[in-house]
């Protein structure tokens, strides 16, 4: 949350060259609050997983947050118990006529299959054509992310040689950003993917901003020019034991994946892993959440994306 100071409070301007957010008494005082509503299409086959990771991360903030699944019509998860999705999850037919806050839309493992073959394909176009007047600022993460990069922008693609697993250094391109308000120039983050996008495709659309990346894992973190969409290829919410359980799930299929990069100490897997990007992944989810979705959102929900 911000610190509220007097107007004009010489600190003022200091603090925010520092990148640190004040609110100045007038702003408090005609500032409405109410709880934020963000929707969560899960695509992940372990949706409880995800689930969990997701709300953990919304979790850590003062911001009253109501959260929502949402599940596609067009194909219904075997991974699942349908108990499950019929407790906690809607689908686009039950929500299309409210409005949102913000919205996530997780990754799926179908890195080798074409858009246009996915079976829920036209009903993810039709999501995130509604995204455009229905919610505030969308979240794309991972597959979800080169997905949207697809249709929004035409953005292909392109399959790395071997895949890409374990944790990787990524360069903080624009510190003055407020999603990385508490960042370090450097930070560390889970990738585990097939496929990725170049700095130039990205730099190439006007409309978007290359805000994070890395000399190994590439293109990391993209936002839109009026920060009404994030595409995130990292895995900041992963647990300590993701990269492990995805990694021994592989080695039992007989897939001979190499061990993930920078990740069991010494490189050996009978060794447990390190944890070093969980407080980067906490402030990336924290200020999304506040400074792209709560400080800017309506307080009238009729009124997003007008």
């Known amino acids: 949350m911000p610190i509220k100071i007097q107007d004009s ?6 603090l925010e060259n520092e990148n640190i957010f004040v609110m100045t008494e007038n702003r408090a005082m005609h500032q409405d609050i109410r709880p934020l509503n963000v929707l969560i299409l899960n695509l992940m086959p372990t949706k409880i997983v995800t689930e969990t990771q997701l709300l953990r991360k919304l ?7 109501n959260v929502e699944f949402l599940q ?3 194909y219904t998860s075997t991974h699942t118990d349908a108990t499950h999705l019929d407790s906690f999850y809607t689908t686009f037919d039950k929500i299309k006529d409210r409005k949102f806050d ?9 890195e080798r299959v074409k858009y246009e073959d996915v079976a829920y394909w036209k009903e993810l176009c039709e999501i995130m054509d509604w995204c455009e007047d229905h919610v505030h600022c969308t979240y794309y993460l991972c597959w979800g992310a080169f997905a949207a990069f697809y249709y929004y922008y035409g953005i292909q693609h392109t399959f790395f040689e071997e895949k890409l697993s374990g944790i990787y250094e990524h360069k903080v391109l624009s510190p003055k950003s407020p999603l990385f308000r508490g960042f370090d120039d450097i930070f560390y983050a889970p990738q585990s993917r097939e496929i990725g996008v170049t700095k130039e495709q990205i730099e190439a659309i006007p409309e978007l901003e290359l805000m994070a990346y890395s000399d190994e894992a590439g293109v990391t973190i993209v936002k839109t020019e009026d920060s009404r969409k994030f595409f995130v290829t990292c895995h900041a919410e ?7 359980s995805e990694y021994f799930r592989d080695l039992g299929k007989g897939l001979n994946p190499k061990v993930p990069k ?20 906490q ?4 200020n999304w959440l506040n ?6 959102t309506p307080y009238d929900l009729d009124n997003v994306g007008k």
């Open 283 to 286: 402030l990336l989810y924290t």
């Open 102 to 110: 913000g919205m996530i839309i997780t990754g799926a493992p179908l």
């Open 291 to 296: 400074y792209y979705v709560y400080q800017s």
């Open 238 to 244: 992963y647990d300590f034991d993701t990269l492990a």
């Open 9 to 14: 409070l010489p600190a003022q301007a200091i």
């Open 59 to 65: 979790s850590n903030s003062p911001l009253q947050v």
């Open 72 to 74: 596609t019509a067009s």
């Open 262 to 281: 920078n990740y069991f100490p010494d490189d050996d897997p009978k060794n447990r892993p390190i944890v070093n990007w969980r407080s980067a992944g």
